[in-house]
């Protein structure tokens, strides 16, 4: 059986990546990535259930100090969610309410951004998505998309990687939770109903721009492979237990749930690709937003930063970074 690599991208964007709208697609905005001009959702949309006794809620939250004294949070964030995650735990709300304003990865992105983004995505004038992939492999993902009720005609007009992450959404919006009421979009609910500013940790171009900026090759294998995977990715994926290990805030678990996910048997040339995603969507995304959060802490400003946990515990992540800078780092615990 070949390696669930869709299963292992879908791990990716629970835990390490907001999924930014296709606007050149004409597909829906992501839930996941709400505007700060869209409506208040009333505040009894936002879950009031609690976790079972039976599981810790212990999800991990970070005080970082520099040598002046400067502190900020950082959460780690899981980018969907269940009912039972809410009401956040009381240390989380104490940092939260705390803080002048709440950091996401990417919001509000600039009219400038997305036109030079939705231009990226786009292939070359005069071909399609068939001129690059096995005629097998692209008439499966198409078939998927349909019986998912997902495909756009104007998907065949844009990169490989717009394809994978098409495939990826459907196969989150067929699972057991719900993006709708994930971290960050109830963090940012509540920030608005607090009046506190949110603010973006990196732009659109770095937070998505690394799916299009990988080679056509790595582009197109990782397709072919989500796409000869799709069935038994579905079949192994229990989105329910990966919340619940961000629940508990085991930190073990959230880099055993990393690395278990690994492709086994790939290929040299394959695992080049995909070692080639891997270091363009985290990597190189833990890097920016790392100096955005010593940025804040040189400003003497404290604020609430959520990005994927998996940015955030991963060895070589964001905290590692941000030890070998001189900074502090404290696990933040309930009382």
Not at 32 to 43: N, Q, W
Not at 90 to 111: K, Q, R
Request: overall charge negative; charged content about 20%.
């Amino acid at each position: 059986m070949r390696s669930n690599v869709l299963q292992r991208i879908t791990v990716f964007f629970l835990l390490a990546a907001l999924c930014v709208s296709m606007a050149a697609c004409g597909t829906e905005a992501s839930p996941t990535v709400p505007t700060a001009t869209e409506p208040t959702v009333p505040e009894s949309t936002i879950p009031e259930t609690t976790a079972p006794e039976s599981i810790p809620y212990t999800p991990a939250l970070y005080r970082i100090t520099d040598n002046s004294g400067n502190q900020v949070y950082l959460f780690g964030s899981i980018h969907v969610g269940l009912p039972e995650m809410y009401p956040f735990p009381d240390y989380v709300l104490d940092a939260f309410n705390s803080s002048e304003a709440l950091v996401l990865e990417c919001v509000d992105a600039t009219l400038e951004d997305r036109v030079a983004y939705d231009n990226a995505i786009r292939l070359e004038e005069g071909t399609t998505i068939r001129d690059y992939l096995p005629e097998d492999v692209y008439t499966t993902a198409v078939q998927i998309l349909k019986d998912g009720h997902a495909y756009k005609p104007a998907l065949e007009k844009v990169k490989p990687m717009m394809w994978v992450m098409a495939l990826e959404t459907l196969m989150r919006q067929q699972g057991d939770q719900s993006p709708a009421i994930g971290v960050d979009v109830t963090l940012q609910e509540m920030a608005k109903q607090a009046g506190k500013p949110i603010e973006s940790a990196e732009n659109l171009l770095v937070h998505n721009g690394a799916l299009i900026d990988l080679s056509m090759e790595a582009q197109c294998a990782l397709l072919t492979m989500g796409v000869r995977s799709y069935g038994s990715a579905q079949a192994g994926l229990s989105m329910v237990d990966t919340c619940r290990v961000w629940m508990g805030g085991d930190l073990e678990q959230m880099r055993q749930l990393w690395t278990d996910e690994a492709p086994a048997d790939l290929t040299g040339q394959e695992l080049q690709y995909y070692q080639e995603y891997e270091d363009a969507m985290i990597h190189r995304r833990d890097a920016q937003m790392t100096r955005y959060i010593l940025e804040a802490l040189t400003s003497g400003r404290t604020v609430f930063v959520c990005v994927g946990a998996a940015h955030v515990v991963l060895e070589g992540g964001i905290l590692d970074r941000l030890t070998q800078a001189g900074c502090t780092v404290e696990r933040v615990m309930p009382e």
